[in-house]
């Protein structure tokens, strides 16, 4: 199994993509890869869409965001 397969299979696993596997899952995608690879990839960018793959990277994002920054957003849009 290649190594994007590999990372893949282990996110739908654990159901979590950390910030070094994401980091790996970028130098891999930078460099030639097969079908194999990029279904796989596919696959886990569609279970991160859909929620059941949640993505350290972004969590660590939202965290530094003040709660009351997601309240003035929605108090805009309405």
Known sequence: MNLIC???QQALLTGYLTTESENQLRQLLSREYGTEDLKAFIHLQQAVMEGFVRQESRE???SRIPPESFTQEVAIAS
Do not use: A, D, G, Q
Request: zero cysteines; charged letters at 15%; a negative charge.
């Open 6 to 8: 590999e990372i893949t």
């Open 60 to 62: 660590l994002f939202f």
